[in-house]
Nanobody, 129 residues
Framework: QAHLVESGGGVVQAGGSLNLSCTAS????????MGWFRQVPGKEREGISC????????YYSNSVKGRFTISRDNAKNTLYLQMNALDSKDTGMYYC??????????????????????RGQGTQVTVSS
């Protein structure tokens, strides 16, 4: 059975940093592009970053570009998101997900009813000002 488990969330002061991890099991991790999206209750999901299966290309939303860095270690079946210069607007539940391509990842996330190939249960990030 496929699982994605996020970790690393927490409470941090504005300007601080967090490093999220997403560990995969039960499927072939490097067959998929992997991404992070976030959601705040009452608001739509926002795809914030995606990385191709071989790490050759990474993509970021304008809201996190220059502050967040996505990476993956296929040998460890793990996806990462290094988040720096955090702001209260970054508060939300952060999820990792798998898709056949980053284009599909963003399309599925942006379509609020879209279903990714796999997704985790999320980790909460709270940035206090």
């Amino acid at each position: 059975q496929a699982h994605l488990v996020e970790s690393g969330g927490g409470v941090v002061q504005a300007g601080g940093s967090l490093n999220l991890s997403c560990t995969a099991s039960g499927f072939t991790f490097d067959d998929y592009a992997m991404g992070w999206f976030r959601q705040v209750p009452g608001k739509e999901r926002e795809g914030i970053s995606c990385i191709r299966w071989n790490s050759e290309n990474t993509y970021y939303s304008n809201s996190v570009k220059g502050r967040f860095t996505i990476s993956r270690d296929n040998a460890k079946n793990t996806l990462y998101l290094q988040m720096n210069a955090l702001d209260s607007k970054d508060t939300g539940m952060y999820y990792c997900g798998a898709a056949t391509s980053c284009n599909d990842f963003y399309q599925l996330v942006d379509n609020q009813r879209g279903i990714l190939n796999y997704r985790g249960q999320g980790t909460q990030v709270t940035v206090s000002s």
